[in-house]
C-alpha cells in the first residue's frame, strides 16, 4: 500500500493536467508542480526514470522513518510527462510498472492518449486511474 504518494500527469511545458495528492502539502500545489517540473524537464533523456529528490522536502515536508526521502519516479510520452512522488520505501520499478499500466489503460479508453483527453474526460481518467492502482496491487 502506497502510504505517501503525489501523482501528477504534466504536459512538456509544466503544466499540470491531472494532480492527485494522498497526503497534505505543506505550500502551494502549483509550486510544489513547477519545482518537480524543474526537476525532471531539464534532465537528459539517458539517465533512469527516477531521483532522489531531498528539495521536495521544504514542500511535502520530511520523511523521518526508515526509507526517510522522496523520489521522483517519472515516465515521459510524447507530450506528456507521468510523474509520482513516493516516499523511499516504494519500489522504483513497481511505480514505473504502475505508470505503465496507467498509460496503458488510458490507450484502452482512448484509443491514442493525448493531452486532450486528459482535459475533456477528467473523469474518464479519473476512473483509469483507480483500475492502474487495482491492477498494479493485484500483481503485487
Not at 501523482?7 to 492527485?20: E, P
Not at 526508515?66 to 513516493?86: D, E, K, M, P, S
Request: hydrophobic fraction near 45%; glycine fraction near 6%.
Amino acid at each position: 500500500m502506497w502510504i505517501d504518494v503525489y501523482a501528477y500527469d504534466l504536459n512538456t511545458s509544466g503544466v499540470a493536467r491531472l494532480t492527485k495528492f494522498y497526503t497534505p502539502l505543506h505550500q502551494g500545489s502549483q509550486t510544489v508542480v513547477q519545482k518537480i517540473f524543474s526537476l525532471i524537464h531539464s534532465r537528459p533523456a539517458g539517465l533512469c526514470n527516477f531521483l532522489d529528490a531531498p528539495e521536495l522536502e521544504a514542500f511535502l515536508g520530511n520523511k523521518d522513518e526508515v526509507g526517510g526521502r522522496w523520489q521522483v519516479v517519472y515516465r515521459n510520452y510524447a507530450t506528456l510527462f507521468f510523474v509520482f512522488v513516493v516516499d523511499g520505501a516504494e519500489s522504483e520499478l513497481g511505480i514505473l510498472d504502475l505508470i505503465q499500466v496507467f498509460v496503458e489503460s488510458l490507450d484502452r479508453a482512448f484509443e491514442n492518449v493525448c493531452e486532450l483527453d486528459l482535459v475533456f474526460h477528467f473523469d474518464e481518467v479519473e476512473q483509469s486511474a483507480r483500475v492502474a492502482v487495482n491492477e498494479t496491487h493485484e500483481i503485487d
